[in-house]
């Protein structure tokens, strides 16, 4: 049976990421990595997301802060999307990744804005 922390870490992880991406990820999970999913889930959406004490509008401008400079492509991509989701502005992304290029270097500015754009364009968003 899954834990409170779970079902909640399920029930938020939906929220912000969207179904669609929940159902393909827990779909696509074998025997070796389902316990990572489940892991992550519980921690990761339950116990962090799920905290009181700021908002998921700034957990979304921390997560883009933090993964610009991890350089971790893919999962900017995915929290760009969350982070226009949980009502972040493109103007507070922008200032956002501009705090980004000066505290952690250019390259992390350029590679996050580049990201940015194309996820923009995807979505059929105009800045």
Wanted: with cysteine; proline share 3%.
């Amino acid at each position: 049976m899954p834990s409170e922390q779970f079902v909640n870490g399920l029930r938020i992880r939906r929220e912000v990421l969207g179904d669609r991406y929940v159902d393909r990820a827990l779909e696509s999970a074998t025997d070796f990595d389902m316990p990572f999913q489940e892991f992550m889930t519980e921690t990761c959406w339950g116990m962090t997301w799920g905290r009181e004490g700021i908002s998921r509008k700034q957990r979304s401008l921390n997560n883009l802060c933090i993964l610009a400079v991890l350089n971790r492509s893919t999962e900017f991509a995915t929290h760009f999307r969350a982070a226009i989701g949980n009502g972040c502005t493109l103007e507070e992304i922008r200032e956002t990744l501009i705090q980004v290029a000066i505290y952690a270097g250019v390259p992390a500015g350029v590679e996050a804005f580049r990201i940015a754009r194309k996820v923009l364009a995807e979505e059929g968003i105009k800045p």
